[in-house]
């Protein structure tokens, strides 16, 4: 059996976790200890077998009064991948206006996120 310390980063409160947990035959949590809501447990089963993250960012925009658009992904996304998806936002270019929540990419990477925009951005 092994031990893993995380802290659970599913709200503010951060809550200290001890994980137990076995390898073999296939990675199985056995005891969550430390939280204080039953998100705890679930987010570290999750964090241990595929880890997921949430990515903020910016995509360039053509003819806007600002040459940026603050975005974000809809949902979580495999850790693995974020490397793969802010590639895909980094080489990104929309057009003004932009609307707040307005899908930007959709299924960057091949995930199944969207890249949404977090602000407007009107035409210049
Ligand atoms: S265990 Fe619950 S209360 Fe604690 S940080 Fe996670 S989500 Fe928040």
Redesign the pocket.
């Known amino acids: 059996m092994k031990r893993k310390e995380l802290?659970?980063?599913?709200?503010?409160?951060?809550?200290p976790?001890e994980i137990e947990f076995e390898e073999e035959p296939a990675l199985k949590v056995i005891e969550v200890q430390?939280?204080?809501?039953?998100?705890?447990?679930k987010?570290a089963e999750q964090e241990l077998t595929n880890p997921m993250r949430t990515i903020a960012s910016n995509v360039s925009v053509k003819n806007g009064d600002f040459p940026l658009v603050s975005v974000r992904t809809d949902g979580p996304i495999p850790k693995q991948r974020i490397f793969d998806v802010m590639t895909e936002i980094r080489s990104a270019t929309v057009k003004a206006p932009v609307a707040i929540g307005q899908v930007l990419i959709k299924n960057p990477a091949g995930t199944d996120c969207n890249i949404i925009a977090t602000r407007h951005v009107n035409p210049a």
């Not at 802290?7 to 809550?15: A, D, F, K, Q, S």
């Open positions: 802290t659970c980063i599913v709200c503010p409160n951060g809550c976790l430390g939280h204080t809501c039953d998100k705890g447990p987010w």
